[in-house]
């Protein structure tokens, strides 16, 4: 199956501070990666869709200047959180289709700990 | 609107004690439903993709089923390694997906 890399796996960080997580499609080229977020024991939230050479879509209720998506190549998509604070700690996992409606593959996902 | 609904919420089995999953969908334009596994700290590993009304998939303990409404993923003789939570998805249109909010499902030795 196609293999999605996202690093890194943990992050702990200070209030104000920004991280950025890079999410990577090894062996398939990706024109869209989709960025979730999940909180314990819930379901993944959609935050953004992520599509190469152009502006993330995000979803409603989501700071597109807080979380800033990159899309630079067929192959890497970056999410930067802005000045962190301990309200985004968080999992966030990426994914990623081979095609416009087959299956998505995940990445193993980052813990976000701000402190 | 388009939905996923997923139950039980939570399921805890003996080993060896075989059980269904279910996903029920109301979507417009059904382009295919997946089926992931996803273990604590995780992301979600992917299982099965169902096209279409009748058709089924197998894989070891698991074999997942699709009809015009819903899916099943049955769980045969489970393990306690079979321990995780189960989410059904489905894709309509153009990268448009939409997830179930999942079973956790528990097998005790």
């Known amino acids: 199956g196609a293999v999605v890399s996202q690093h890194p796996s943990w992050v702990i960080c200070k209030s104000g501070t920004s991280v950025k997580i890079e999410c990577r499609s090894l062996d398939f080229q990706a024109t869209t990666m989709f960025w979730y977020r999940q909180f314990p024991k819930q379901s993944l939230m959609l935050m953004a869709t992520?599509?190469?050479?152009?502006?993330?879509?995000?979803e409603q209720g989501v700071e597109k200047d807080k979380f800033l998506i990159n899309h630079a190549s067929l192959t890497l998509s970056t999410l930067t959180v802005t000045s962190a604070h301990p309200e985004d700690s968080s999992f966030y996992i990426c994914s990623a289709s081979q095609d416009s409606y087959g299956e998505l593959f995940f990445g193993s996902g980052t813990q976000l700990s701000v402190l | 609107e388009d939905q996923v609904t997923q139950s039980p919420e939570a399921l805890r089995l003996q080993e060896g004690e075989s059980s269904s999953l279910n996903c029920s969908y109301t979507v417009s334009g059904l382009r295919g439903l997946f089926w992931y596994r996803q273990d604590p700290g995780k992301g979600p590993e992917f299982l099965f993709t169902l096209y279409s009304a009748g058709e089924e998939k197998e894989k070891e303990r698991l074999k997942a089923t699709l009809t015009k409404k819903e899916s099943f993923l049955h769980i045969t003789a489970p393990k306690p390694e079979d321990s995780a939570t189960y989410l059904c998805?489905?894709?309509?249109?153009?990268?448009?997906?939409?997830f179930g909010t999942g079973t956790r499902l528990k097998v005790l030795a």
């Open positions: 992520s599509n190469e050479g152009s502006k993330a879509t995000y």
């Open positions: 998805a489905v894709s309509s249109g153009t990268y448009k997906y939409i």
